[in-house]
């Protein structure tokens, strides 16, 4: 495919199949295609063919697969893929991300076109160079270039022309080929022209050096957009080579080094500092710093520990790990996030769909104004050369490129950028709903705070102390696996030595028991739990030590109780954490004209004091909300006439996430949210979501800077060029430029970077 028109030629096509949809993608050169089940793959890949391209089908995980046999039966799915090159398959893009031909192939054909097109320019432009019969020589230098150097033009050009269609390399071939021609037969069959070319003269109707420049400026703009494009699809391929290429799996207590590919669930595998791990898994032994910015985008190490989960491709940085694979090849997190960017490059925004609409009709209507243009020129007595001259520059400066490419390339660029950010935009259609989005809900716990609790105050009873409270209720919850116990311990250790526990008992859902002594005294009896689990170990605290413990709970705090020896005697208050960095990315989403409003299955006292802390208004507070409310959340929002984004990471989200008008999963979060979600940030930081937003709408902005300019170009340069007013030289250098200039544009999403 070279253009738009291609684009929307084939989509045309695969649309007329009963049924079926598709989503072409110009720079991938691969469509998206939604079949029913009574449409069979090989249905689709003939389709293609007829339409005057080739097509190979691929699997749901990129790579390309074999062509269906005859009675072979399809590998069915919602989404079936058709393309030239699969995205995710070769090295370096090159294959594919070219329109027209690779870098590679285009790289010959430029430098003949450079070295010819010189001395033909030179002899051709300046009196001084000019020879006895030196308009053969321009002839023969030329020939070359118009015929082998833009070759893909006239080989494109034909090929749609035997399916009676044009397209941009129509428009290139047929002003490039005219000139040559005319040139030709003006030398040849004019006794005047050869006689003023063979005299020297400068003033002559040859226009050898403009098809011979024409080529080359035309070559030099695609060479110039494979790369630029080989840049702007980069990102995707840089992902999925993040991967560990090998693993130390552990055989019959052997270490055996494999390929990361043959790993399967359940085998366990060594993991030194330094290397990368090799796929998801869980730590069965060892504690390290996992450096996960890859995948994640945060730059802090997180620290792990046994029955910890890890993710393939993230760096062990310190201690060594053995880990247990549970997914592994296309079922790891890294895997998913190429098929979402995958998925995201290959679709198309709406705003596309107006641009492949005009370039359908585009190339006929360039074409009639080519030829109205030649008549009127020779009817109004221009001459046959002026007119010659401004239909082949309406030929040229007419060339849709950059109308093909402004928003591809923007969508390449600026879903690459975001998986470098950890951020996976699941589809173009969603860069259109971040513009929308006024009002974004925000799920508490593991969103806004850390979903972790932390001991917060501890209250000392009947001549106790605060630390001695803590140090012996972290001793007898050392025992325990439960997460209030767990906090309760690295609090207690982080203050100083913890006792030994000597014995320990517990109750689900009720507390702890056991026997510790303190500062080397004599054993004490702990007991530690909820009010229910102290009067089960006849324990009755005094009526204002209760009210103290419900003056805790009734704060928003989670509390328990520490007895010693059958009295109370303390109190300990644990809290979820509001996360750092969450008061100043809400305040970014404020300045982003969005109003926060915090949605949490918590009571109010809790969640007043959380949106205190982050800079939420108290009228945009909801507290108590069951999964079911949190839709209705939604949709009471949606009544009023707002459009909604939600964020969340639970399963209790995933229902207001798949309601919201933009649902935005954090990728530390549960599978099903993420799946419900638009956009998933697969770190836990809300700056993250913030970055999504922002960069959705840059990118939808360039999409729209390079669909304006694209358009701008071709409706003033038309005109300027009918009238005779454009050289045809001039007009192929800004038709390259154009395009160039686009891709460039969208480049610029790649250094899109963040303040946080």
């Known amino acids: 495919m070279t253009c738009a028109s291609c684009v929307s030629r084939v989509e045309r096509k695969l649309g007329k199949i009963e049924g079926v949809s598709a989503s072409v993608n110009l720079p991938l050169e691969s469509a998206q295609v939604s079949v029913p089940a009574s449409v069979t793959d090989q249905q689709i890949l003939d389709t293609v063919k007829a339409t005057g391209y080739k097509a190979t089908l691929r699997t749901a995980h990129g790579a390309p697969s074999a062509a269906p046999q005859p009675g072979h039966p399809d590998h069915r799915g919602q989404t079936q893929h058709a393309d030239q090159h699969s995205p995710t398959d070769h090295p370096a893009h090159e294959d594919h991300l070219a329109h027209g031909g690779t870098t590679a192939q285009l790289r010959p054909r430029l430098r003949a076109a450079v070295v010819l097109t010189i001395p033909v320019f030179i002899i051709s432009m300046v009196p001084a160079a000019q020879f006895p019969h030196w308009g053969w020589a321009a002839l023969v230098l030329s020939a070359p270039v118009v015929f082998w150097a833009a070759?893909?033009?006239?080989?494109?050009?034909?090929?749609?022309?035997?399916?009676?269609?044009?397209?941009?390399?129509?428009?290139?071939?047929?002003?490039?080929?005219?000139?040559?021609?005319?040139?030709?037969?003006?030398?040849?069959?004019?006794?005047?022209?050869?006689?003023?070319?063979?005299?020297?003269?400068?003033?002559?109707?040859?226009?050898?050096?403009?098809?011979?420049?024409?080529?080359?400026?035309?070559?030099?703009?695609?060479?110039?957009?494979?790369?630029?494009?080989?840049?702007?699809?980069?990102?995707?391929?840089?992902?999925?080579?993040?991967?560990?290429?090998?693993?130390?799996?552990?055989?019959?207590?052997?270490?055996?080094?494999?390929?990361?590919?043959?790993?399967?669930?359940?085998?366990?595998?060594?993991?030194?500092?330094?290397?990368?791990?090799?796929?998801d898994g869980y730590v069965v032994q060892g504690r390290s710093a996992v450096d996960t910015s890859l995948i994640t985008g945060e730059s802090v190490p997180v620290d792990v520990g046994v029955d910890d989960a890890v993710t393939g491709a993230t760096i062990n940085t310190s201690g060594q790990l053995l880990v247990r694979a549970t997914r592994v090849g296309s079922e790891t997190t890294l895997a998913q996030m190429g098929r979402l960017v995958s998925q995201a490059q290959a679709g198309k925004a709406p705003i596309a769909r107006l641009a492949d609409r005009i370039?359908?009709?585009?190339?006929?209507?360039?074409?009639?104004?080519?030829?109205?243009?030649?008549?009127?020129?020779?009817?109004?007595?221009?001459?046959?050369?002026?007119?010659?001259?401004?239909?082949?520059?309406?030929?040229?400066?007419?060339?849709?490129?950059?109308?093909?490419?402004?928003?591809?390339?923007?969508?390449?660029?600026?879903?690459?950028?975001?998986?470098?950010?950890?951020?996976?935009?699941?589809?173009?259609?969603?860069?259109?709903?971040?513009?929308?989005?006024?009002?974004?809900?925000?799920?508490?716990?593991?969103?806004?705070?850390?979903?972790?609790?932390?001991?917060?105050?501890?209250?000392?009873?009947?001549?106790?102390?605060?630390?001695?409270?803590?140090?012996?209720?972290?001793?007898?919850?050392?025992?325990?696996?439960?997460?209030?116990?767990?906090?309760?311990?690295?609090?207690?250790?982080?203050?100083?030595?913890?006792?030994?526990?000597?014995?320990?008992?517990?109750?689900?859902?009720?507390?702890?028991?056991?026997?510790?002594?303190?500062?080397?005294?004599?054993?004490?009896?702990?007991?530690?739990?909820?009010?229910?689990?102290?009067?089960e170990n006849g324990i009755a605290?005094?009526?204002?030590?209760?009210?103290?413990?419900?003056?805790?709970?009734?704060?928003?705090?989670?509390?328990?109780?520490?007895?010693?020896?059958?009295?109370?005697?303390?109190?300990?208050?644990?809290?979820?954490?509001?996360?750092?960095?969450?008061?100043?990315?809400?305040?970014?989403?404020?300045?982003?004209?969005?109003?926060?409003v915090l949605l949490t299955g918590d009571n109010a006292a809790v969640a007043d004091r959380v949106a205190a802390a982050v800079g939420i208004a108290a009228e945009d507070v909801h507290a108590d909300v069951l999964p079911a409310d949190k839709v209705a959340a939604v949709r009471q929002l949606q009544a009023a006439g707002r459009t909604v984004a939600m964020v969340g990471d639970g399963v209790n989200d995933a229902a207001a996430l798949a309601q919201a008008d933009l649902g935005i999963a954090m990728g530390s979060g549960t599978d099903v949210a993420i799946e419900a979600a638009d956009i998933t940030v697969m770190g836990s930081d809300l700056h993250q979501v913030v970055q999504a937003i922002e960069l959705s709408r840059r990118t939808l902005g360039t999409i729209k800077a390079n669909l304006f300019w694209a358009f701008a170009y071709n409706t003033l340069g038309i005109p300027v060029a009918a009238l005779g007013l454009l050289n045809p030289m001039i007009a192929g250098a800004a038709m390259a430029a154009s395009s160039v200039l686009v891709v460039a544009n969208s480049l610029r999403l790649r250094r899109f970077g963040s303040r946080a």
Request: negative net charge; hydrophobic residues 50%.
């Open 359 to 535: 370039s359908a009709v585009f190339v006929p209507i360039v074409l009639a104004i080519a030829v109205a243009t030649f008549v009127l020129w020779l009817a109004f007595g221009g001459g046959l050369e002026a007119a010659f001259t401004a239909a082949v520059t309406v030929l040229v400066i007419a060339c849709p490129c950059a109308l093909g490419l402004a928003t591809p390339t923007a969508l390449l660029a600026g879903t690459g950028r975001a998986s470098q950010l950890g951020i996976l935009i699941k589809g173009p259609q969603i860069l259109e709903d971040t513009r929308h989005v006024d009002t974004i809900l925000l799920d508490k716990t593991g969103t806004v705070t850390t979903g972790r609790l932390a001991v917060d105050t501890v209250t000392a009873l009947n001549g106790r102390t605060s630390a001695e409270v803590l140090a012996l209720a972290g001793a007898v919850e050392a025992g325990s696996e439960h997460p209030i116990a767990k906090a309760v311990v690295e609090a207690a250790r982080a203050a100083g030595p913890v006792p030994v526990l000597a014995d320990f008992h517990s109750a689900a859902g009720g507390g702890v028991r056991g026997t510790a002594a303190y500062d080397g005294g004599a054993l004490l009896t702990l007991v530690a739990g909820r009010t229910g689990w102290l009067e």
């Open 541 to 596: 605290p005094s009526t204002a030590e209760q009210a103290a413990f419900k003056g805790q709970q009734d704060g928003g705090a989670t509390a328990i109780w520490l007895a010693v020896d059958g009295e109370a005697a303390g109190i300990v208050s644990l809290r979820d954490t509001v996360k750092d960095s969450s008061a100043d990315a809400i305040s970014r989403l404020k300045e982003l004209g969005l109003r926060p």
């Open 151 to 279: 070759w893909p033009f006239h080989r494109a050009a034909a090929v749609n022309a035997r399916h009676l269609a044009s397209t941009m390399d129509t428009l290139v071939s047929l002003g490039v080929l005219a000139a040559f021609i005319f040139s030709a037969w003006q030398l040849v069959m004019d006794p005047m022209m050869t006689a003023h070319v063979h005299g020297g003269m400068a003033e002559h109707a040859l226009y050898f050096e403009t098809a011979a420049v024409v080529v080359t400026f035309l070559l030099l703009g695609r060479y110039l957009e494979a790369n630029a494009k080989q840049k702007a699809g980069s990102a995707l391929q840089a992902l999925l080579d993040l991967g560990a290429k090998e693993a130390t799996v552990l055989r019959g207590g052997i270490e055996v080094r494999v390929p990361a590919e043959q790993l399967v669930p359940g085998d366990e595998f060594v993991v030194r500092p330094g290397e990368k791990i090799a796929t």
